[in-house]
């Protein structure tokens, strides 16, 4: 399916094709949650990285999360590069050298119209903060407290949602 997208000023306007449209997966995690998740969870499709294809690449800046740091450890810089409009802010995508076939568009960007999931699997509750409530999107509705074990991928086939 191809996917247009862009952020809330248009300074920044970007197509690509994905074969995992479907807005199911709700990120908790603290990373999601403050840079593109105002609900308290952020959305993240998948597409191919190969087929982005961007009009105001120089309105683009980068985040790469600070990992750690805690009591005693020595904080790092995540390897996942977050894309958003350095005019507005809009979050855009997430792409990862560790996975460079694959950009995680996030689904607010996303202008084209994308089907209704019929259930939804809420990742990282294990760092939900506490006034997030986790709202049930359809019956088959999974909670995990850290990743799950598939991907965004083989949810599509098991939920017959592969294009």
């Known amino acids: 399916m191809l996917l247009e997208g862009s952020c809330h000023c248009q300074a920044v306007r970007f197509s690509l094709q994905s074969h995992e449209p479907v807005?199911?997966?709700?990120?908790?995690?603290?990373?999601?949650?403050?840079?593109?998740?105002?609900?308290?969870?952020?959305?993240?499709?998948?597409?191919?990285?190969?087929?982005?294809?961007?009009?105001?690449?120089?309105?683009?800046?980068?985040?790469?999360?600070?990992?750690?740091?805690?009591?005693?450890?020595?904080?790092r810089r995540s390897p996942a590069e977050r894309s958003f409009c350095t005019r507005c802010g809009s979050p855009l995508w997430v792409w990862d050298p560790r996975w460079p076939d694959l950009v995680h568009p996030h689904a607010g960007a996303i202008d084209t119209p994308l089907p209704e999931p019929p259930a939804a699997a809420h990742i990282l509750l294990g760092s939900k903060a506490n006034w997030v409530p986790v709202q049930r999107v359809g019956r088959g509705d999974k909670r995990f407290e850290v990743y799950p074990d598939f991907s965004l991928a083989q949810w599509h086939a098991r939920h017959g949602q592969a294009r």
Do not use: D
Not at 26 to 52: D, M, P, V
């Open 23 to 75: 807005p199911f997966m709700r990120c908790y995690c603290s990373i999601c949650r403050k840079t593109a998740g105002s609900g308290g969870f952020a959305i993240n499709l998948g597409g191919e990285f190969r087929s982005l294809k961007v009009k105001g690449r120089k309105n683009i800046g980068v985040y790469r999360a600070r990992l750690g740091g805690g009591e005693g450890q020595r904080a």
